[in-house]
Antibody
Framework: EVQLVESGGDFVQPGGSLRLSCSAS????????IFWVRQTPGRGLEFLSA????????HYAASVKGRSIISRDNLKNTAYLQISGLRLVDTAVYFC??????????????WGRGTQVTVS | TTLTQSPAFMSATPGDRVSISCKAS??????VNWYQQKPGEVVLLLIQ???TLAPGIPPRFSGSGYGTDFTLTINNIEYEDAAYYFC?????????FGQGTKLDI
């Protein structure tokens, strides 16, 4: 089955850190860029970070730049997002998403179910 | 690029035709996707590159637009179309999303 499964969400105190994981199956993981986005009822959906197929190119939203690191292990078919200095406003459901095209930068064609991060 | 999506809420009756709008703050060619989100389900890609129907999506869903104005249209609405719909621009980083539309049937 083609899917992405996030894990690592938790209750965290302000200032804490988390590493989210995204395990992929059913497609050739190394061939596609991977993104992280988050969603809250009040602020909607927000792009956080993107990583190229090989991992040599990354992009970050201003809201997490400097305190987050996106990475991937193509041998393990897994992507990661490490966030430090967590704030109350980081409380959200975090989604891992797969880009639809293998080259360039495009939109997403596959979403995970998300993992809840609560900063409190 | 800011995406302004409207309306925020709408209600329809089975068989209706509805349209949801996304307006971009600057021209973004056809770099817009549309998605459907239902509670407890994986987010579903409906339309990519503004007009291309995603595989497996019923043809009652369609997309139009180019540049700054984009529209998702659902013809002959069915009960199962009750969901949250949102647009995404992937023209440039940071990608941005519309605020979403909750559709009740």
């Amino acid at each position: 089955e083609v899917q992405l499964v996030e894990s690592g969400g938790d209750f965290v105190q302000p200032g804490g850190s988390l590493r989210l994981s995204c395990s992929a199956s059913g497609f050739t993981f190394r061939d596609y860029p991977i993104f992280w986005v988050r969603q809250t009822p009040g602020r909607g959906l927000e792009f956080l970070s993107a990583i190229s197929r090989s991992g040599d190119e990354t992009h970050y939203a201003a809201s997490v730049k400097g305190r987050s690191i996106i990475s991937r292990d193509n041998l393990k078919n897994t992507a990661y997002l490490q966030i430090s200095g967590l704030r109350l406003v980081d409380t959200a459901v975090y989604f891992c998403v797969k880009q639809s095209h293998s080259t360039g930068w495009y939109g997403f064609d596959l979403w995970g179910r998300g993992t809840q991060v609560t900063v409190s | 690029t800011t995406l302004t999506q409207s309306p925020a809420f709408m209600s329809a009756t089975p068989g209706d035709r509805v349209s949801i709008s996304c307006k971009a703050s600057q021209a973004i060619d056809d770099d817009v996707n549309w998605y459907q989100q239902k509670p407890g389900e994986v987010v579903l890609l409906l339309i990519q590159e503004a007009t291309t129907l995603a595989p497996g999506i019923p043809p009652r869903f369609s997309g139009s637009g180019y540049g700054t104005d984009f529209t998702l249209t659902i013809n002959n609405i069915e009960y199962e179309d009750a969901a949250y719909y949102f647009c995404l621009q992937h023209d440039s980083f940071p990608y941005t999303f519309g605020q979403g539309t909750k559709l009740d049937i």
